[in-house]
């Protein structure tokens, strides 16, 4: 009994130990996600919406109550190139600091149903440094299929290999 109790708080100190401390917490959480096999995408993810940038659309979402996390795809390769996506889930208004693997590399994004997300061409989320609305690019589901096409450029520019963080809302 004894020895039950010794290793349970062996265990538990070794935890402890390997939290980050203070100094190494960031502004923006910082995911890895996994990879889907091409059958765990939808088809609907396969086309491009219409760009959706309306402010006050854009602030109504914000106030909303938080409630369940929200799923984005989000792929190297275009069109949802199943063995470059990630699909990773955040709470509602949580910024997401992409992680080295998809950094300015991302080619499609797809956020789930019920999920409005603005996709920073800058990291951590900015809020203060948007240029008119030309560092973001915004979408819902079912997503934007391919980054690198005229009908995504934002502010005349192309949108593909851009994004670094991102932003949802519940819809």
């Not at 020895?3 to 960031?26: G, Q, R």
């Not at 995911?31 to 602030?59: C, Q, R, W």
């Not at 900015?126 to 096409?149: K, V, Y």
Request: net charge negative.
């Amino acid at each position: 009994m004894q020895l039950a109790s010794v290793l349970a708080t062996l265990a538990a100190l070794k935890a402890v130990t390997a939290l980050p401390s203070a100094s190494t917490v960031e502004v923006a959480k910082v995911v890895t996600g996994a990879s889907v096999s091409a059958d765990e995408i939808p088809d609907a993810m396969k086309f491009n919406p219409p760009n959706a940038t309306d402010a006050t659309a854009l602030a109504s979402r914000a106030s909303l109550d938080k409630r369940a996390s929200l799923g984005v795809y989000i792929c190297k390769d275009a069109p949802f190139v199943a063995s470059t996506c990630q699909h990773i889930f955040s709470n509602p208004n949580e910024c997401i600091a992409l992680d080295s693997y998809l950094a300015g590399q991302v080619s499609s994004v797809g956020p789930d149903q019920g999920a409005y997300c603005r996709f920073f061409f800058d990291s951590n989320c900015p809020s203060n440094n948007d240029e008119n609305g030309c560092r973001h690019l915004d979408a819902e589901s079912p997503g934007r299929s391919n980054l690198n096409t005229a009908s995504n450029d934002v502010c005349g520019v192309n949108s593909n290999d851009k994004i670094r963080s991102y932003r949802c809302w519940n819809s």
